[in-house]
């Protein structure tokens, strides 16, 4: 999707046109499906990567991974694939194209790594990694293995998702964004996420993860960053990855925004709020709204029960990049932005400055 506020002409629309055609011819023909190894059956892999897999017809499961002997048992026997507790072992034993990488975030380096070195591509939960430094290493290690890696960013398979740079065109000058993603979790101290050493952060770099990629899809990297965080929320329970933050960033164009991100702040929210000189764009999950300032709805778009089609869809779509056929869109490149923005509010909320994420690429 291009940036808001570029043009597109009827000779370039043409050509996308084209491609389209082109691309979707390419994926009738008949080819090998992938053959594809799950490493970590969390609620992720349950429900939407197996999921996914189940629908395409690009690709296979041929074999599950996770630590938990119980929860491999219950897949190996629903799928009828081979399960394995160690992913080096799986590695060692299955001829793979692919592996789906759905583990605590501490443990995604050592999959990318056995990955690359069997020259296997990686499809992988976000985030692509826990630190900057470690985000460049591993774009690194991509690079000279020649493996393809995607981030899974599954909004932008969604059509609800794909629609906002359409009706923020109609809204005049954007100047304000106001975005959130709030759930409830009773204790944020419980199990990996509550610890920074395993998560690499809280609700920033887990959760927030897919807000801050629709920031940077719709509107670009930040000039300047500004958070708070607290690991406040319950003060009985010891943890140190951040329950909630609040962020603020601004674009040298006059454009700018905050972002509310909680583990504990329920109901559970989804929003991003677009407001320009002649209205106002408002997304929801599932819902996308253009209306006056005033207010007022003018069009709304629809659509539930959308998930599962956009897993097969990613999936779908990565076997094209595979295959050359259409651009990594959410490659290690790409992520390298989402990271500075992860590390660029850790920095501030940690020396209390503005901070430009351009300056940590």
Known sequence: MRSLGSTKT???AKADSEALWRTISLTHERRPLLRVGVVGLGRQALDDHLPGLEATDSAELVAVCDENPEVVREQHTRYDVPGYTDFRQMFAHEQLDLVMVCVPHDVGRAVIEAAAERHVHVLKEKPFATTMAEAKELAEICQQSGIRLMVTLQRRFNPIYTSFTQLAEQIGTPFAIDARYTLHIDDPSDGWRGNTATAGGGCVIDMGYHLIDLILWYFGLPDRI???LSVSARPDRT?????????HFAYDSGLYGSLLLS???GPKAEEIRLVGSRGIVHLERGRLRRLTNSGEIIESLVREQGWPSAATSQINYFRQVIDGDRPNLSGPQ???AHMSFVAACYQSARTHTSVNPKELL
Request: net charge negative.
């Open 334 to 336: 790409e992520n390298l």
């Open 10 to 12: 009827c000779a370039a």
């Open 239 to 247: 943890y140190d990855a951040e329950d909630t933050a609040l962020i």
């Open 263 to 265: 583990r504990f702040i």
């Open 226 to 228: 500004t958070a708070d």
